[in-house]
């Protein structure tokens, strides 16, 4: 089966920086979109940034400029780099990939189990 484990997350002063990991391992024949999700408390998980596999990338507005997504395709990592972090950016992050387990089977979305990352004022 597959499995992905985020890493990185914690708590950090406004304005500072973390780093999100997050590896894919298991039955992969190959990854397709991967991206990252966050869900603060009370509100709706929302899309933050996604690459393609071609290395497309998309942000949410709020995080363009201060957050970076990458991928390290020999790894099945997807990486979130971010700076400038604010309060508003206290959430859980969760990290998702569309992936293909088998040649000739359907591609189906993945989901880690998420990271909390608090930003203090």
């Known amino acids: 089966q597959v499995q992905l484990v985020e890493s990185g997350g914690g708590l950090v002063q406004a304005g500072g920086s973390l780093r999100l990991s997050c590896a894919v391992s298991?039955?992969?024949?190959?990854?397709?979109?991967m991206g990252w999700y966050r869900q603060a408390p009370g509100k709706q998980r929302e899309l933050v940034a996604a690459?393609?596999?071609?290395?497309?990338?998309n942000y949410v507005d709020s995080v363009k400029g201060r957050f970076t997504i990458s991928r390290d395709n020999a790894k099945n990592t997807v990486y979130l780099q971010m700076n400038g972090l604010k309060p508003e950016d206290t959430a859980v992050y969760y990290c998702?990939?569309?992936?293909?387990?088998?040649?000739?089977?359907?591609?189906?979305?993945?989901w880690g189990q998420g990271t909390q990352v608090t930003v203090s004022s």
């Open positions: 998702n990939a569309d992936i293909r387990p088998y040649r000739g089977y359907a591609s189906r979305v993945y």
């Open positions: 298991g039955s992969i024949f190959s990854i397709n979109a």
């Open positions: 690459i393609t596999s071609g290395d497309n990338t």
